[in-house]
């Protein structure tokens, strides 16, 4: 028997929106009741909002996140040993993307499962394709230290190192507010921070400046889904 195979199905960065689902993101909801979801109920109402007439209580679904055993992970891809194809989705965005699921897909690889991904929304690269920054060469540099003492100094050292490649972090959203004013403490006036924030949405904020004209402004982005880039000259 071959195996079946793993699709990489991104979620939507907010609430559902229709307008960016596409076919190939419906066909395969549609054929797989095999999920692998980060948190079981915002897996459910993605599918529940892609294909209302779905039967939920048929899916088999197993979690990948930080509370999951890690021994039972190997166990996870057992259906895509007997014939049947998978799909993988993350609470939001793309799988592998700043996401755990990055595991079960390299499994997928040693294993010799075929690895399919579709085309969905990424915040980290929308931030950097409308960010007007180097996309040549760039890094995501995922979460800042959370103390202030090892916080400054990662700032400080990814300045030095945005002069050559676009750095890209985030952070928790309801301590966005206290980032965004230690890069406006900590980097150098001519430095370029581009904030995107809550990419996708109705509610979609996303500019770029040097940090001396941040700091003649006012901006809240607390508890809001944040990227944050900086290039320095």
Request: hydrophobic share 35%; aromatic share 10%.
């Amino acid at each position: 028997m071959s195996f079946g195979k793993l699709y990489l199905v991104p979620n939507h960065l907010g609430e559902f929106n229709k307008d960016i689902l596409t076919d190939s993101i419906r066909n395969t909801i549609e054929r797989i009741d095999y999920y692998i979801f980060e948190n079981e109920k915002p897996g459910r109402a993605y599918i529940k909002n892609i294909l209302p007439r779905k039967n939920q209580s048929e899916l088999k679904i197993y979690l990948l996140n930080k509370k999951t055993n890690r021994d039972e992970i190997n166990s996870f891809l057992d259906p895509c040993k007997v014939g049947f194809d998978m799909g993988l989705i993350s609470d939001a965005g793309c799988p592998g993307i700043a996401d755990p699921g990055s595991e079960i897909i390299y499994n997928a690889h040693k294993i010799g499962i075929k690895v399919i991904p579709l085309i969905g929304p990424s915040s980290i690269f929308l931030a950097l394709m409308s960010s007007g920054m180097n996309g040549q060469n760039f890094k995501f540099n995922g979460y800042l230290p959370i103390e202030k003492k090892e916080r400054k100094k990662a700032i400080i050292s990814l300045e030095k190192k945005s002069l050559f490649s676009t750095q890209i972090f985030m952070e928790t959203p309801y301590r966005n507010n206290k980032l965004f004013n230690e890069l406006l403490n900590v980097l150098k006036p001519e430095t370029k921070l581009c904030i995107a924030c809550d990419v996708s949405l109705k509610s979609e904020f996303i500019k770029t400046m040097e940090i001396k004209k941040w700091r003649t402004k006012k901006f809240e982005f607390n508890k809001k889904p944040s990227i944050f880039l900086i290039q320095s000259r």
